[in-house]
């Protein structure tokens, strides 16, 4: 067995302690004594104390460097809808790469579902979407894959990497679904699959080295590092990225909505001076935010803890209670397995009950629209030590929002379009975590923890006379704004025409002066929106989209680009539909043939989505 | 061959409105297609300037505007519409149907008009459609309300003499209909009309107005002495009745009045008509028409400021149009007949008519018909127009009357009056009761400065002035305008102010209280505390040296504050 490392009993500080506590029980026996080497040939100059920041993955990598595998091929496919499995594959591809693997990267929409069986190797990294749905570009490999032409497999070795967010009841299901189906169709496992919660990094990387090394079995240890260390910066340009985020200056904070809305919608521009950071229309912001702090404080008194007791707080170290609330933990959602190590502290609550076979509905309908104040009020869970309390807690995960800014038209700045959440449920106001942060507690002047998160999923036209088609509804509009300063400051000459919604046109109409500008300036062609409560009955942006069909068909023949972004439950949904028929209709299409068009289209990258 | 080109009457280069009526195909424009835009709550100011004819225009919430434009949303655009009746008159239906609209479509209050019409506020364009046509199926209108042509036509509400006041009520709405505008335009564009095509070849034509209709407003007034309610001298074109032997025998006609001029521009000034002559009944419609035909002519196309009938007579001599009206008309006016005006505020509380009719006049604050807290007018008056079968009067004073009260009603109208509190203003001082306001902030476009909202809170300050110099049943004409257009006949008010920036306004003194005489400028540019400390030892000195039934405007002038101020020539000298 392995000592516990901590601050101590060793040299290293909580991060490096928690780091190797980690790493060292994962190594076989011969890792282990390859490192021992290892780091006595290099000397202790390579992990002097500026290195001690450097994401886990720099250990990792360099630990995991020496396998020769140049007969080996592995596939690496991912399905991706915000660009974490793609960049996470992008990344492993490159690793496998200089280990010297023939790696063959594609998005699963552009990769031959035929050629599936002359692979040896396959990687899949795929994200969940929604109610446990495909990412769009993994949509018809899927659809393949679960239907009767799928091919046997009994020559496969895969594995796969699953990413989601707990907080959803559909946590990780298409990754689930592959895992699943790999091995009915004959497959065997590499290692098992991962499931990574928003905080993915870490266990993406240690599912990686798994894959690595088991790939890497057999083969003879070659004492040749091929990645440095210091070329591990991942991302192009900048130093800043999610696992390091750039404290962004808040330049302007103002609310889009007109006097008598029911909505708040806030504009914030973000100053990214100095940052390095670069983006295109399309990318997101990911921000971390921090919990209301009365919702803070009322829990701790709920649960009867001191404000200022110490707990760990994962890499800040040891922290005053509240201030780890406050920054580090997430409690405002609770998940299954929250509920469950909750029920392991408090045996006699009553939560054991709640989490019995059978009781599933009931179980969901209780963690919908509730927090961990409810938990510790219903399940009467005082007297847990905070420190016990918070190791069951998940970290707060970063918030990512479609960038509403063409970098072209506002040089060194980002400009998010953020609707603030706000409800009450059983009996309390809620507020959503970062909205309302940015709605209520940030004043122009104050910093903000940002990265960029790269959407390649959702990128104008290369061919800037595509004509392009953009629908999104309420704070879905954001990207096209960006979409539109960059075609204005570009100069392109394509036509676009966006379709927008809302409930009030006299308060709702986000950033209406400068379509309107745009509109008069030509770089804007076409402009029709949907108000749903300005008349008797609800017209949403579908319905003006059915209206114009006609239009709407010819510009599609043109080879219009479609973008669709906003709430994908219901609109884009409705969207599609509205397209289907349009094909129908107006193309004399059939309905699997519309279907097959549309797939075509996202094939092509005409129709692309950003949807939450 | 239009009649406009028969008459071709200046030189100059036309104004750009004259182009914009010239193209719009009798008032159309593109009207149809610019209200039916869905991504801007306004239309584009050339259609804005044809849309007034139609009775509306395009303003925006002021109080809104800024804030607006920081939160990138356009200003908030909204109509004023207009809606008109001859003389003031209106059925109890009527009433309900404008306290329906204000509540559906507009901003829950309703304006009475210093010209006896109704102003809807706050409608969008997207309900400019539907509130026009629930005017229409009223049959009100809110066409000609404004825009270059003959407006309402203004008559005295007269509660005291019936049958005189149904006699001079019918020939304004006969006057009225004779100059309404023909222009199928109004039909199509709200009324869903049949359209009229091919109207650029003459299938329709305007045979009063011609094809650029006026070169600018027309205003008409009939008043019944010894009332000048109307004020008679600020019209246009004025008729006062001359009533002999308990009969109406005819009307003098008064020509050249008008409010409106600009700042710090001395060729534009407020003016009195002048009386001209007599004429019968039967022949009040042939001079109105000629009279309009003659500024249609005459009046000057070049600029809009100097286009309202006024400077046409001014300039060309009331000799010339007297000599150019009769030849017109084939036939002389007779000479003037002997008058006399009392006052031109109104007389509140309870009357009874030579027909046994019962009337209440109410007095109104600034004409605005709005519940407030402990004082809720606008339900009052809708309930009692439920039960009510005689007519409501917009009188001049933006006040109302509930006219024609059969004595079995009475009692009653009288319970209702007194279960809302309706006011005859009997508990305000005769300053207030004897004021008027223009709409100003936030939604008219010209204001300059406040009016309506600051008004009230000006008399609160003067009422203590007035109880302590022993003034406070006194009556004083006192108006306030947030521009110096005019609308509620500012020039004429024994102590009025004029806007010229947010808090800043020129005090004027010594008009007549009969409508008789222009003011004049005593000082420019002052706020509040400076007309409290200018209008203290004034007030102090009248109530100490007036004469015996001397009305302030003419103390003012007899004591040397201001001259007096007979045509409005000398307005500014």
Request: overall charge negative.
């Amino acid at each position: 067995m392995f000592l516990e490392l901590q601050v101590t009993n060793s040299p290293f500080n909580q991060e490096q302690a928690e780091l190797l506590n980690r790493l060292l029980p994962t190594l076989s026996e011969s890792q282990r004594l390859w490192l021992s080497g290892y780091l006595t040939a290099l000397g202790a100059a390579v992990f002097a104390p500026s290195a001690a920041a450097a994401p886990a993955a720099v250990n990792v990598q360099a630990v995991s460097a020496p396998v020769s595998a140049a007969s080996k091929e592995v596939t690496v496919l991912f399905g991706s809808q915000t660009d974490n499995a793609r960049g996470l594959a992008k990344k492993f591809a490159k690793r496998l790469e200089e280990l010297g693997f023939k790696v063959v990267l594609s998005a699963m929409s552009d990769f031959k579902p035929n050629a599936l069986k002359k692979v040896e190797n396959l990687l899949i990294l795929v994200s969940t979407h929604g109610e446990g749905e495909p990412p769009d570009n993994a949509i018809s490999f899927y659809e393949f894959l679960h239907s009767k032409r799928a091919p046997e497999l009994t020559s496969l070795r895969y594995s796969v990497l699953a990413l989601g967010d707990m907080s959803y009841e559909f946590y990780c299901k298409t990754g689930k679904d592959f895992d699943k189906r790999l091995e009915e169709l004959g497959g065997k496992r590499i290692v098992s699959r991962a499931d990574c919660d928003v905080d993915f990094e870490e266990p993406a990387a240690e599912w990686m080295n798994a894959v690595i090394a088991s790939l890497g079995e057999g083969t003879p240890a070659e004492a040749s590092v091929s990645v440095s260390v210091a070329a591990l910066k991942t991302e192009a340009g900048s130093e800043y990225t999610r696992s390091n985020p750039f404290y962004a200056e808040v330049l302007e904070n103002l609310n889009l909505n007109g006097r008598g809305s029911d909505r708040e919608t806030r504009h914030i521009e973000l100053s990214l001076e100095g940052s390095n950071l670069k983006y295109e229309p399309g990318d997101s912001l990911g921000l971390y935010p921090e919990n209301h702090p009365g919702l803070v404080d009322e829990l701790i008194q709920a649960a009867g803890w001191k404000p200022e007791e110490p707990v760990t707080a994962g890499k800040s170290g040891e922290l005053p209670l509240r201030e780890a609330l406050l920054r580090h933990y997430e409690i405002t959602v609770l998940t299954k397995p929250l509920l469950e190590q909750a029920a392991g502290l408090a045996p006699e609550s009553g939560l054991k009950e709640l989490l019995a076979p059978g009781r599933e509905q009931e179980l969901r309908a209780y963690a919908e629209d509730r927090d961990l104040l409810d938990l510790v009020q219903d399940y009467g869970l005082t007297g847990i030590p905070a420190g016990d309390f918070v190791k069951i807690l998940r970290k707060l995960p970063a918030r990512l929002y479609s960038i509403s800014s063409s970098p072209e038209a506002y040089p060194d700045e980002v400009h998010i379009t953020v609707r603030a959440v706000r409800y009450e449920s059983q009996g309390r106001n809620r507020y959503g975590v970062c909205s309302v942060q940015l709605a209520e507690r940030i004043q122009p002047g104050d910093k903000v923890p940002v990265y960029i998160q790269h959407n390649s999923n959702f990128k104008l036209p290369e061919n800037r006379e595509t004509p392009v088609i953009m629908i999104g509804p309420g704070t879905g509009v954001a990207p096209f704004r960006a979409f539109l300063g960059e075609r204005e400051e570009t100069g392109a000459e394509g036509k676009t025409w966006l379709f927008y919604g809302d409930q009030h046109f006299s308060t709702d109409f986000l950033y209406q002066v400068e379509w309107q500008r745009w509109l008069k300036d030509g770089v804007l062609t076409r402009l029709d929106v949907a108000f749903s409560r300005d008349t008797d009955k609800k017209v949403y942006v579908q319905h003006r989209m059915l209206e114009k069909a006609r239009d709407l068909y010819l510009w599609l023949q043109e080879g219009a680009a479609v973008y669709v972004c906003g709430d994908e439950k219901r609109m884009a949904h409705d969207v599609h539909t509205a397209l289907t028929t349009i094909l129908e209709q107006e193309g004399g299409l059939s309905s699997e043939e519309a279907a097959e068009y549309l797939t075509l289209m996202q094939q092509q990258k005409r129709y692309q989505r950003d949807v939450y | 061959m239009a009649l406009y080109e028969k008459y071709p009457p200046h030189d100059a280069p036309h104004s750009d409105v004259e182009d914009i009526k010239r193209r719009s195909n009798y008032l159309r424009g593109s009207l149809t297609e610019t209200l039916a835009d869905p991504i801007t709550g306004s239309i584009p100011e050339d259609d804005n300037r044809l849309m007034k004819h139609h009775g509306s225009y395009m303003q925006d919430d002021r109080d809104l505007r800024s804030e607006r434009a920081k939160s990138k949303l356009e200003p908030a655009y909204q109509f004023m519409l207009r809606v008109r009746a001859a003389g003031g008159v209106v059925t109890p239906n009527q009433w309900l149907m404008m306290d329906r609209i204000s509540h559906k479509y507009g901003n829950g209050t309703i304006r009475l008009t210093t010209r006896q019409s109704f102003q809807l506020h706050g409608v969008i364009k997207w309900n400019l459609k539907k509130t026009i046509q629930e005017v229409n199926e009223s049959l009100l209108t809110t066409l000609a309300a404004c825009g270059d042509v003959n407006r309402n036509v203004m008559c005295n509400p007269n509660p005291y003499q019936s049958e005189i006041h149904s006699e001079v009520y019918e020939l304004a709405s006969k006057v009225s209909d004779h100059l309404d505008p023909h222009s199928k335009a109004y039909y199509e564009i709200w009324l869903d009309g049949e359209k009229v095509t091919d109207s650029q070849d003459g299938a329709e034509q305007e045979p009063i107005y011609g094809p650029v209709y006026l070169p600018r407003k027309f205003k008409i007034g009939i008043a019944v002495p010894p009332s000048n309610d109307v004020d008679v001298f600020s019209q246009d074109l004025g008729f006062i009745a001359i009533i002999e032997d308990g009969r109406l025998a005819g009307f003098n006609v008064s020509v050249g009045g008008g409010m409106g001029m600009s700042h710090g521009d001395p060729k534009t000034y407020p003016q009195v008509s002048k009386v001209i002559g007599f004429i019968t009944p039967e022949q009040l419609i042939d001079v109105a028409e000629k009279t309009v035909t003659i500024q249609r002519d005459y009046g000057d196309r070049a600029i809009r400021k100097h286009a309202r009938f006024k400077y046409t007579l001014d300039d060309r001599g009331l000799e010339w149009f007297i000599g150019e009206l009769t030849e017109r008309l084939g036939w002389a006016l007779q000479e003037a007949r002997p008058f006399h005006f009392d006052h031109n505020g109104d007389r509140y509380g309870w009357v009874k008519g030579s027909d046994g009719k019962w009337h209440f006049t109410l007095f109104i604050q600034n004409g605005r018909i709005k519940d407030e807290e402990g004082y809720p007018l606008m339900t009052g008056l809708r309930e009692i127009a439920k039960v009510h079968n005689g007519d409501f009067r917009l009188t001049a004073n933006q006040n109302l009357i509930i006219g024609g009260i059969s004595s079995q009603k009475k009692k009653k109208i009288e319970g209702l009056i007194k279960e809302y509190g309706l006011t005859d203003g009997i508990q305000y001082s005769a300053l207030r009761r004897n004021s008027m306001a223009c709409v100003a902030l936030p939604t008219c476009g010209l204001a300059m400065a406040e009016s309506e909202r600051y008004l009230p809170t000006l008399l609160d300050k003067l009422e203590p002035m007035l109880e302590e110099a022993g003034l406070r049943d006194e009556d004083i004409v006192i108006r306030m305008t947030g521009c110096p257009n005019g609308c509620a006949r500012p020039a004429l008010a024994e102590l009025s102010f004029i806007g010229k920036a947010p808090g800043k306004y020129n005090m004027y003194l010594g008009g007549g209280f009969t409508g008789n005489r222009l003011n004049k400028l005593y000082k420019e540019n002052i706020g509040e505390t400076e007309i409290l400390e200018t209008l203290g030892p004034i007030f102090n000195r009248y109530a100490k040296e007036r004469e015996s039934g001397e009305h302030f405007g003419d103390f003012v002038i007899r004591a040397g504050y201001v001259p007096e101020v007979l045509d409005g020539r000398n307005f500014h000298s």
